[in-house]
T-cell receptor, first 112, second 112 residues
């Protein structure tokens, strides 16, 4: 089955710092790739997605590029804010399946 | 629209007790899902319903049953709760099984 590896957290940054959260995956076929975010006390919500190789998903200043050759989908943001403090989940979804596989999540803590 | 709603928000059970977690969505989605979230484990799929009238097992179905009552509602039942079922439970829905999932706020369950 599919699997996903995310960097361990927590990631602790100062406001306006650059963020990278690494994600690599194994999946069959040509997966779609997703990043979900979970703010404290809430359910997950979609942050961004990419459905084919070299696509770049973006939302709220976050970006991730679908790298088929390295099977990676790293999340980046140029300048984080305190309000970005949350847990981020990488989730590939194989072409033959309609259920995404969620990574373990990476906690991000942004200090003022 | 309320989106995906879950009740209760929090519940404490004794080992062996039973309970039903309720989930409803008002987005006219066809597909619905139940996940559990445990520290360091990410989200694991318990059961899903691709469409009204169908249900299928996910990764961790043992100890649970589900009912797709109608298009709006998808309940999760624990017949005889065990401490290993202490977790946060999330319900999600999607327009079809190929599309982005929308999550509820979660139910925190403690089994003593």
């Amino acid at each position: 089955g599919d699997s996903v590896t995310q960097m361990e957290g927590p990631v602790t940054l100062s406001e306006e710092a650059f963020l990278t959260i690494n994600c690599t995956y194994t999946a069959t076929g040509y997966p779609s790739l997703f990043w979900y975010v979970q703010y404290p006390g809430e359910g997950l919500q979609l942050l961004l997605k990419a459905t084919k190789a070299d696509d770049k998903g973006s939302n709220k200043g976050f970006e991730a590029t679908y790298r088929k050759e390295t099977t990676s989908f790293h999340l980046e943001k140029g300048s984080v804010q305190v309000s970005d403090s949350a847990v981020y989940f990488c989730a590939p979804r194989s072409g033959g399946s309609y259920i995404p596989t969620f990574g373990r999540g990476t906690s991000l803590i942004v200090h003022p | 629209n309320a989106g995906v709603t879950q009740t209760p928000k929090f519940q404490v059970l004794k080992t062996g007790q039973s309970m039903t977690l309720q989930c409803a969505q008002d987005m006219n989605h066809n597909s619905m899902y139940w996940y559990r979230q445990d520290p360091g484990m990410g989200l694991r799929l318990i059961y899903y319903s691709a469409s009204e009238g169908t249900t299928d097992k996910g990764e961790v179905p043992n100890g649970y049953n589900v009912s797709r009552l109608n298009k709006r509602e998808f309940s999760l039942r624990l017949e005889s709760a065990a401490p290993s079922q202490t977790s946060v439970y999330f319900c999600a829905s999607s327009p079809t099984d190929q599309e982005t999932q929308y999550f509820g706020p979660g139910t925190r369950l403690l089994v003593l």
